[in-house]
């Protein structure tokens, strides 16, 4: 007998690189948990991603999978509302399709989600497959924000590349299709809903970092603005992190990485010349990039 359902959802863009190894983790992930899962992708894809999403669908044709595929990119927003309203699980895990999974994430994700935590954020770590100044930037960034997580609840806890949200809440939640930051925008309106939002660091899951300048300042870019999207929560929730904590933590993380404090100085001098450069071109639309989206 089936302890509950599972809902586990999944936006794609252009992932036929990745999407086969992905979901071979995924069912690995899932394939000895005492639950009944479903799965829902929501593919703006240009690519192949449809036609290997359909041979997914035989080859695991055990398992509860649908996949809706748009004709036009509608972005990530679109993508998870739709998967909140289809979803039929108690729990809903939320995951991109570009990353890879470290030992019994989903599982303490989804038993992470008791009494009155409505969402439960993932420890992020980065993977670089190439080695550059962009690439080290990015890691310092995870590794430092990561240390942030672990002092409590902050405008930085929640990333969307992994994390879980009960059903009940889930069913409830809008998010506007121009949101950028959509799952610190998710994290908001959780809180909002009288819910408790957790971070537990043993869900662990690996992206790849940006390597290059215009993956690295995209990102960059797309998080200031993502961030002031949010800002009238964070004033109201008053759970921005402390000065006095990002400044210890960051000085903390560069002594254990000082390459990445080098790196990150480094690119963050010509910082304020690509913002005012691209700012007006960043959208809520995913970024075709070849790092993490």
Known sequence: MYETTITVGIPTFNEESNITAFFQQLVGQIGQM????????????????PFILNEIRQTYSDLSIQVIHN????????????????AKGKIIVLLDADIEFGKDCIKNLITSI???VGLCASNTLPRAKNKTRYSSASSFIAYWLRSVRLHGLS???????????????????????????????????????????????????YFTPPSTRHDFYGQIVRAIRGHAQINKFVRKFKFNASPVTLIFEFLR???????????????????????????NNISHLWDIASSTK
């Open 253 to 279: 993380t560069g002594s254990e990485y000082p390459r990445g404090v080098f790196d990150l100085i480094s690119c963050y001098i010509l910082l304020p010349i690509y913002y005012c450069k691209n700012r």
């Open 155 to 205: 405008q930085y806890t929640t990333m969307g590349r992994a994390l879980s949200l009960t059903g009940e809440v889930g069913k409830k939640i809008r998010i506007p299709n121009d949101i950028i930051a959509i799952d610190l925008y998710l994290q908001c309106l959780v809180i909002q809903a009288g819910k408790l939002v957790s971070y537990n660091d043993e869900a662990t899951i």
């Open 71 to 86: 004709n036009k990119r509608m972005g990530a927003a679109h993508a998870w509302n739709t998967i909140l309203q289809m």
């Open 114 to 116: 008791t009494g009155e």
């Open 34 to 49: 005492a639950y009944e899962f479903e799965i829902i992708l929501i593919d703006d894809s240009e690519d192949n991603t």
